[in-house]
């Protein structure tokens, strides 16, 4: 098969990693992938978000499979543009991808259904969400209700900080369209687990459960990042806890999303809070999470060819999903500065070096292949990860890995895979 996986990411690399491994696989492309990626696929100079341009390159070059990964594509309809053009697309069509895309539109749904969730209310109007706050109990979380790059979610301490919140979500409109409403939420309490599932409407697999380290410093001090690192499997997600998740999340939202004649057919993202009242829905993504990618699919057994098909033709229930005992733990080095400025252009050495050990491989995030050699290109620039038969294991060779790789400026997190 000619496969296309559409982004450029750290989960791309790992995405097409993994497909590389199939004997299914003829061709791999990337667009617009990254210097790491083009050592395993053609990179294709085309944009994430160029609908057109993507159906187009399906076209001309015979592509059997498009597989979309990133969020804005998937909610601004890529999928169904790929589907009308009689090309096979993995992920879901645009009036599915609508569960990560509108979070009052997730949270409403989860209320309709019985989904454990926090207390919210929506608000389109910011004088009435303003007035509300002013009878609230702090801390509370505002968050912007569509795409924000992940940082539309703000927990305010006071009515002042939440005010200002909803001033700058929807008069401002730092985040554009995103913060046409808000959705105002109880503040929950409890550790967070991802776990990100296979669904093709009928059936749903969850995959080993994973945890990331959003903060940029060690013991989660610094600004929220895009990710740090992450580890799987979960210390605190049980086989009970994930019995009740099947029970009460995961099959009731996959059923909840056919009845409201928007089939979901991809990758499902739970993201998870364990409070004491038991586990809740913190946000739904309609795609592989990132870095949660990179420390899932290398315990992943089968061959991830055959399940995307299986998903595509909606024969998910007759696949039998296997995965590795082990543990895997991934730590990002970052540019210094980030998640705010930060220089990049620096040469990376000591990959080859990194990868020699058979249970590390080095997904690149942010970089660009110059002359032969990786430059970094982006805040997050490597997730480096390593697979062993516990965490602890895997750790201390994830950070073998991580000191054997230099950039000028590289930062990061000491204390990943502790928690
Ligand atoms: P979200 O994008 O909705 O997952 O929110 C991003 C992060 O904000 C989550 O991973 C949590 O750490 C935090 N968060 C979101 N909603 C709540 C809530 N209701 N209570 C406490 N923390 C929350
Ligand atoms: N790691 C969180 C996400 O992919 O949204």
Partial sequence: MRILVVGSGGREHAIVWKLAQSPL?????????????????????????DIEGMVRFAKDNQIDMVVVAPDDPLAAGMVDALEEAGIRAFGPRKNA?????????????????????AKYEVFDNSEHAIEYLKHQEYPIVVKADGLALGKGVIIAQSFEQAQEAVNNIMQDKVFGDAGNKVVIEEFMVGPEVSVLA???????????????????????????????????????????????????????????????????????????????????????????GDPETQVVLPRLENDLVEIFNAVIDEKL???????????????????????????????????????RDANVVVFHAGTKKENEKFLTAGGRVLGVTAMDSTLEAAIAKAYEGVDKIHFADRHYRKDIGRK
Avoid at 106 to 113: T, V
Avoid at 330 to 347: F, L, R
């Fill in 317 to 355: 229930d007759a696949t039998d999903i296997q995965w590795n005992n082990g543990a895997a733990v991934c730590v990002i080095m970052a540019s210094g500065g980030y998640p705010q400025q930060y220089k990049t252009g620096y040469e990376i050495s000591g990959l080859e070096d990194a990868e």
């Fill in 198 to 288: 296979f669904t093709d409407g009928k059936s749903v697999i969850p995959m080993v459960s994973s945890q990331d380290h959003k903060r940029a410093l060690d013991n989660d001090q610094g600004l929220n990042t895009g990710g740090m690192g992450t580890f799987s499997p979960s210390r605190i997600y049980t086989p009970e806890i994930a019995e009740y998740c099947m029970e009460h999340v995961y099959k009731p939202t996959v059923e909840a999303m056919n009845k409201e004649g928007r089939k979901f057919k991809g990758v499902l993202y739970f993201g998870l809070m364990l409070t004491k009242e038991g586990p809740k829905v913190l946000e739904y993504n309609a795609r592989f």
């Fill in 25 to 49: 696989v003829e061709k791999l492309y990337c667009a617009p992938g990254n210097g790491g990626i083009s050592t395993l696929a053609e990179c294709v100079p085309i944009k994430a978000m």
């Fill in 97 to 117: 991808a609508i569960l990560e895309a509108s979070k009052s539109f997730s949270k409403d749904l989860m209320k309709k259904y019985g989904i454990p969730t």
